[in-house]
């Protein structure tokens, strides 16, 4: 009698499993072994005296297992499993793309490696270590493509130095070799994004139908990127790259903006000029030449805000050095203070490498003004003045109030909208003789603003941000950043600005605007650069040539 408590509880645990296993089951239809009893043991069959266990009759409850089970907000199983499938198609496509989706192929005298890496931007970056990279908006789909040149071929790149005629040929040569890599790297991603998401499929789900599944759909999504890369492809964003990298390495890489504009066929011809500008660079195994500035251009190098900065002489330096300046405008607020005892930080400017052309800012007192007047070539612009520098005619008034000056009231917008109307009046009565200036020079960009319509081109400073307008009557306004880093002021907060500076390229004959580069110099100072080239839409391959500008 002693066994038949622990009889009754395993019956009752019995059928408690029973019923855990299927929350449902009471609502399907009847079954005659349903409620059968629990089969007996032969001791407990052979006694008389067995007392029958009990049945528990009460219905039982499924949400008592399952709280969810009968909930009609529950969330859906099958979008559950959909959203888990396309997250192992991802993923596994991705790790697939890392571990084999990539070729090497030789393009030109250059080894290289191309790869297709996920991205939300899309666009193509060349990497040129170690002198840099270059990023390109080639196109806008969730693929980027990598091109790392991993080493300059000695015995190809000698053949085009021994034989200069073939760099002819090199257009063609390089189209071929990218086509050939880039139907070779196409194949090779499908077969890595298959096998990737398939794999981690069988991994997660065991089971061979969810791995195809997740295989064919990483395969619709490569294909849809693909279309997508295809639809919105432009060749023509070779013209305009970003190079980020070491600085003495910039203009060779960006190449002239003359021959960009007058090349034809763009995509080819640009690959080409690109493989042998990389190929100029990589002087210890090549004997190539240097870089040449194409002398149909002239070369302008803006700067403004230098603030007593001295490292800003050491970086204009170079920029004149590397881009072969012809002249140097610097829109104002060299100094911070304006006082006399700061007067010797102009010292340098006569060993910049180029004319230096100057107009006063805010920061910059009378006395800073007649100090650099003196000094070897600069030329210094004030009240309507027009200078001729490098056969650009350069008109500039000085900014109208020195705010370090704490006697006297700021005076305001208004001061500088004056100052700008005396500006444009001197502009067109020099237009008026038939020597239209070229390029105006104001420190706030609202003087400058009142010139519109009397000249192509108007240069400012003051706000320290760098920034390119189209004013309605079409002049361009270019309001340049800080060279100088916005000075001492900028580490009050423990990190300094960017050094900012740009490259203008403008037409020898017409002395009108044809591209620019926007230099940023980082933390490194001269170690670090990104040169971001610019052109403008009429001089865009194809493009309708726009009326004559003021």
């Known amino acids: 009698m002693a066994r038949e408590p622990l009889r009754l509880l395993r019956a009752t645990a019995q059928r408690a499993g029973t019923a ?20 007996q043991t032969p001791s407990a069959a052979a006694s008389p005296n067995r007392t029958p266990a009990p049945f528990d009759s009460t219905p039982f409850d499924p949400t008592a297992l399952d709280p ?12 559950v499993r959909a959203a888990g499938l396309a997250a192992v198609t991802v993923l596994g496509a991705w790790i697939g793309l890392l571990v084999v989706g990539s070729v090497h192929i030789s393009v030109g005298p250059m080894d290289t490696r191309m790869a297709l890496r996920p991205s939300l931007t899309g666009g193509t970056k060349i990497n040129v270590a170690p002198l840099g990279a270059l990023e390109l908006t080639s196109h806008h789909a969730p693929l980027r493509l990598d091109v790392d040149v991993d080493r300059l071929d000695p015995i190809r790149s000698q053949a085009l130095v021994d034989h200069p005629e073939r760099l002819s040929g090199l257009q063609d040569e390089v189209a071929s070799d990218i086509t050939r890599g880039t139907l070779g790297l196409a194949v090779r991603s499908c077969v890595a994004v298959v096998f990737g998401a398939t794999a981690l499929g069988l991994a997660v789900y065991r089971r061979p139908r969810r791995a195809l599944a997740a295989g064919g759909l990483a395969l619709t999504l490569l294909t849809a990127s693909g279309g997508a890369v295809y639809a919105t492809w432009n060749p023509n964003s070779v013209l305009e790259p970003r190079y980020s990298g070491l600085l003495s390495s910039a203009p060779s890489v960006v190449g002239n903006a003359r021959s960009i504009v007058t090349d034809f066929d763009v995509y080819q011809r640009e690959l080409a000029r690109l493989v042998t500008n990389v190929t100029q660079l990589y ?11 194409d002398p149909t251009t002239m070369r302008v ?32 607020d060299t100094m911070d203070h304006g006082t006399s005892a ?19 800012g805010n920061h910059d007192s009378a006395s800073t003004q007649r100090y650099l007047a003196k000094r070897k070539g600069a030329h210094v612009v004030d009240n309507g003045d027009v200078v001729t520098v490098a056969g650009l005619r350069i008109a500039g008034i000085g900014d109208p109030q020195f705010t370090p000056d704490r006697s006297a009231a700021a005076a305001g ?3 500088e909208h004056s100052a700008g109307r005396q500006l444009a009046e001197a502009i067109r009565d020099r237009k008026a003789t038939r020597a239209p200036v070229d390029i105006a020079l104001a420190h706030n960009p609202i003087a400058a603003r009142e010139t519109d319509g009397t000249v192509p081109l108007a240069l400012t400073g003051h706000v320290h941000h760098r920034r390119t307008e189209v004013l309605p009557g079409g002049t361009r306004l270019m309001t340049e950043g800080s060279t100088g880093g916005s000075g001492l002021r900028a580490v009050d907060d423990g990190t300094p600005d960017t050094v900012q500076a740009s490259v203008l390229y403008l037409d020898r004959d017409t002395r009108r605007l044809q591209a620019w580069d926007e230099i940023d110099l980082g933390g490194l100072g001269l170690a670090k650069a990104e040169v971001s080239r ?17």
């Open 301 to 332: 190098l803006h700067i403004s805000d230098v603030h007593l900065n001295p490292a800003a002489w050491h970086i204009v330096q170079s920029l004149v050095r590397q881009y072969k300046v012809n002249v140097i405008i610097d829109t104002g």
């Open 68 to 79: 969810t089970a009968l909930d009609p907000t529950a969330p859906a199983r099958p979008l």
């Open 413 to 415: 917008d208004a001061a």
């Open 283 to 293: 002087e210890a195994t090549s004997t190539l030449p240097a870089y040449q500035p």
């Open 20 to 39: 855990a296993v299927s929350p449902l089951r009471r609502f399907r239809r009847p079954s005659s072994h349903r409620f059968r009893r629990p089969s």
């Open 534 to 550: 610019h052109l403008l839409a009429e001089n865009r391959p194809g493009a309708t040539p726009t009326p004559t500008t003021p």
């Open 342 to 360: 700061e007067n010797g930080f102009l010292d340098p400017v006569s060993d910049l490498g180029a004319p230096y052309v100057w107009v006063r």
